[in-house]
Nanobody
């Protein structure tokens, strides 16, 4: 079991930065691939970034590549999403997700790959 709690969302002007955190409880965190997704009203959940169990590999959606960075601290059971150069189009509820196991690949871009989800944190970027 993994329980996830996101924090760090808020209101920021375009061009600004935010860092989201996802605190995990449960022993499975350190053996889970982690990811961030986002969702806007009326749309499905969209892949943002994923990171491997060790943190040595990461993957990003084209829309955020070069602006966002995903990282993790297994000793603290936390995964982060540093978001820079934010745009109004980045406005969404951001969700943290966990997938137990060491498998890593393009399937981590899929919502159905993940077993555990947080409640989400709202990010609003004003123009």
């Amino acid at each position: 079991q993994v329980q996830l709690v996101e924090s760090g969302g808020g209101l920021v002007q375009a061009g600004g930065s935010l860092r989201l955190s996802c605190a995990a409880s449960g022993r499975a965190f350190s053996s889970s691939a982690m990811a961030w997704f986002r969702q806007t009203p009326g749309k499905g959940r969209e892949f943002v970034a994923a990171i491997s169990v060790s943190g040595s590999r990461s993957d990003y959606a084209d829309s955020v590549k070069g602006r966002y960075t995903i990282s993790r601290e297994n000793a603290k059971n936390v995964v982060y999403l540093q978001m820079n150069s934010l745009e109004p189009e980045d406005t969404a509820v951001y969700y943290c997700a966990a997938k137990p196991g060491s498998a890593y690949g393009l399937t981590l871009r899929l919502v159905r790959a993940y077993d555990y989800w947080g409640q989400g944190t709202q990010v609003t970027v004003s123009s």
